[in-house]
Structure formats: structure tokens, C-alpha cells
T-cell receptor, first 115, second 111 residues
Framework: ETGVTQTPRHLVMGMTNKKSLKCEQHLGHNAMYWYKQSAKKPLELMFVYSLEERVENNSVPSRFSPECPNSSHLFLHLHTLQPEDSALYLC??????????????FGPGTRLTVL | EDQVTQSPEALRLQEGESSSLNCSYTVSGLRGLFWYRQDPGKGPEFLFTLYSAGEEKEKERLKATLTKKESFLHITAPKPEDSATYLCAVQTRYNFNKFYFGSGTKLNVKP
């Protein structure tokens, strides 16, 4: 595997379900990100982790819970979601750290549908 | 308020018809401006990073330029495979963790 991978690629869940999205980066990067992409709207930054520490939480509802167990893996735990949470969820990574390039590399995304 | 605006929202070109996409931004100190290409159902693919006014970068038929208020993505003699949504993002100097994306320009190149 190369680059940034995400699983599952598609997910359909009911409002009472609990599910998790997984992201893995194979680039040796130190920073990882979760974004939400809804139709006709700009990408919305949700969470940022740098060296496994959460450094940004963009006023995201508590029904979204991120987890970063190590610098290569990032999870987004979902529970009691709403239909308006249906979107493409993108994971990205960047080199991170002082003096480094901040170019983000994205995974293919998870298409989430909440019924 | 930090903001990124892309225009036009959609652009239809004939193969070989050159044009430019615009990304205008208002941020309190620019650290970097990024261009991405996104195909339907896929994640954004990195194209360019620009850091200072006057900087230019090229890749095949694409050329990105940067001024103090906007960036252009010039497409020379486009081909149908250039059809995609092009996204612009800015990173601010006061918070390296913040990236602001525009809504994108959807480009359709007809053969």
C-alpha cells in the first residue's frame, strides 16, 4: 500500500448505529487530518493531529470522536449521526513539524450515508 | 474573516481552448496556497504549492501563479482528461493547522 488509504470506501448506517472510519498513511508523515466534503460546499476541516496529539477541533459535534493511536493511523468514531452528516469524509496527512512542508496528501474518502 | 473564493463555479472548454481558473483569498498572513485536482468519487490530488507573490509553477499543461490577493491556474491546450474539479486552499501564517478551501471550479473539456 502506498499513500493514504481509507476504509471502508462506502458506509450506510442508521441514526442509532455506531461505526468507525479508518485512515492509514504510508508516507512517514507526522500530521493527520479529517475533512468533511458535502455537495456544493468547500471542504470543512474537522480535526487535526500532530505527533498523535489533537491540535485542532473545528467545533465538531461530539457525535464525531477522533482517535490517533500512532502517527500512521487515524480513526473517526461515529455514533447517533443525523442525515445531514451524510457526506464524503476525507483523511489527509502532511509531513508536519517545524520547517517542514505542509502539503497535504489525501486518501480516496469514505462515502457515508445516514438513513 | 479568512476566506477563499474560486471562480468560475463551472467551466466548459473545447479541447485545445486555453483558459484560467481564479482563486481569490483574504487571510491574515498567507503561509501557503495549494492547488488540487479532484475526480468524481476520489480524494483531492495535489498539484502545486505556492508560497510568495510572483511565484509560478508548471506541470504539463498547467501553470499556477500567485499574487498578494489571488492565484490563477492556467490551462494551456486542455485535453478531455483534464476534466475534473480544481480546488484551491490557503494556509495561514498564524495557525499552521488551519487550511481554508474554496468551493472549487468544475472543468469540463469536450473533445
Amino acid at each position: 500500500e502506498t499513500g493514504v488509504t481509507q476504509t471502508p470506501r462506502h458506509l450506510v448506517m442508521g441514526m442509532t448505529n455506531k461505526k468507525s472510519l479508518k485512515c492509514e498513511q504510508h508516507l512517514g508523515h507526522n500530521a493527520m487530518y479529517w475533512y468533511k466534503q458535502s455537495a456544493k460546499k468547500p471542504l470543512e476541516l474537522m480535526f487535526v493531529y500532530s505527533l498523535e496529539e489533537r491540535v485542532e477541533n473545528n467545533s465538531v459535534p461530539s457525535r464525531f470522536s477522533p482517535e490517533c493511536p500512532n502517527s500512521s493511523h487515524l480513526f473517526l468514531h461515529l455514533h447517533t449521526l443525523q442525515p445531514e452528516d451524510s457526506a464524503l469524509y476525507l483523511c489527509a496527512s502532511s509531513q508536519g513539524g517545524p520547517g517542514s512542508t505542509d502539503t497535504q496528501y489525501f486518501g480516496p474518502g469514505t462515502r457515508l450515508t445516514v438513513l | 474573516e479568512d476566506q477563499v473564493t474560486q471562480s468560475p463555479e463551472a467551466l466548459r472548454l473545447q479541447e485545445g481552448e486555453s483558459s484560467s481558473l481564479n482563486c481569490s483569498y483574504t487571510v491574515s498572513g498567507l503561509r501557503g496556497l495549494f492547488w488540487y485536482r479532484q475526480d468524481p468519487g476520489k480524494g483531492p490530488e495535489f498539484l502545486f504549492t505556492l508560497y510568495s507573490a510572483g511565484e509560478e509553477k508548471e506541470k504539463e499543461r498547467l501553470k499556477a501563479t500567485l499574487t498578494k490577493k489571488e492565484s490563477f491556474l492556467h490551462i494551456t491546450a486542455p485535453k478531455p482528461e483534464d476534466s475534473a474539479t480544481y480546488l484551491c486552499a490557503v494556509q495561514t501564517r498564524y495557525n499552521f493547522n488551519k487550511f481554508y478551501f474554496g468551493s472549487g471550479t468544475k472543468l469540463n473539456v469536450k473533445p
